[in-house]
């Protein structure tokens, strides 16, 4: 029997399941896989990477030689399990082969979803050295994220692909040991995929960061152009404030536009010696 249910109606199965089942789950010892002598029990949280949902749902799935039993958390995962399992042509494959295409399918399109985050990346990153601002640490943010959910998700099926494929009760036969095998393998490689793309996002908030030092950089160096042609003029004002007797400049009626001369050529000879600097 095959069936995929709410995990709140795990009792309904009991006549089906092992006796020790409901107890083992109940106490909280099920981790991601355990292997028994005559059923093996499997908890993951499936993430849906095709859809904007980011929460994962718990699935806990029950196998032995009869019976395959898919419980799910939540309706999100009760429909996709409901979607992967229940294939007309497959009703008379064995359980274990049963349980490796229910993987396969609620894997499919993980590959493309990692292509498009590889590209949406490197799309970013000739943005952010184009020109810096703060709506790209939003993305790196949220591409960090998903990278993580990706990471735990991948390595929980990684090491659940692996004691399956040890197959240490027996359980399933050669042909789907070999094919757990090699979902391991595939698992592998998405891992190695996601901590490539970890890498890259971590070069892009470098480059984000060293844009922003740039940024932050011309800035203070406008500041400091702007401060150094207006020193002299204060020192100007500064003496001319002081109002002494014997300056000549306060009688002589040319006294006040000579000022304003003499301030105009200390900022052009200034800015032109920015300039010359490229310091402008």
């Known amino acids: 029997m095959r069936m995929v249910l709410p995990i709140s ?3 309904e199965m009991e006549p089906y399941m092992d006796a020790k089942v409901l107890n083992y789950i109940h106490e909280g010892q099920i981790e991601a896989f355990e292997g028994f002598e005559s059923f093996d029990l499997i908890a993951f949280d499936w993430y849906d990477v095709r859809s904007r949902r980011t929460a994962a749902s718990q699935m806990l799935v029950y196998l032995d030689r009869e019976d395959l039993f898919i419980f799910c958390e939540d309706d999100a ?16 494959l064995p359980n274990g082969q049963a349980l490796y295409h229910f993987f396969v399918r609620l894997l499919k399109g993980d590959m493309a979803h990692l292509d498009q ?18 709506a790209y640490l939003d993305r790196i943010i949220a591409w960090r994220q998903e990278l993580l959910r990706l990471k735990r998700y991948y390595e929980q099926l990684d090491s659940i692909f692996d004691d399956l494929a040890d197959n240490d009760n027996g359980l399933l036969d050669k042909q789907s040991v070999r ?6 393998n595939r698992m592998e490689r998405y891992l190695n995929a996601v901590q490539s793309l970890r890498e890259s996002v971590a070069q ?3 480059a ?4 922003l030092s740039i940024q932050q950089n011309d800035l ?4 400091t152009v702007v401060t150094a042609v207006f020193l002299p003029l204060t020192l100007l004002a500064g003496w001319y404030g002081m109002n002494f007797a014997n300056m000549p400049e306060l009688r002589w009626k040319y006294g006040y536009p000579a000022v304003i001369l003499v301030s105009a050529a200390i900022v052009a000879a200034l800015l032109a010696y920015f300039k010359k600097k490229k310091w402008l």
């Open 9 to 11: 109606r795990i009792r």
């Open 204 to 206: 892009l908030r470098e």
């Open 77 to 92: 995962a009760e429909s996709a399990a409901r979607a992967v399992l229940q294939v007309p042509e497959e009703e008379d």
């Open 117 to 134: 985050l590889e590209a949406a990346i490197s799309d970013g990153e000739t943005e952010v050295l184009t020109g810096a601002h703060e």
């Open 208 to 211: 984000y960061q060293s844009q």
């Open 220 to 223: 203070m160096k406008i500041f």
């Open 179 to 184: 094919r757990f095998a090699n979902l391991g």
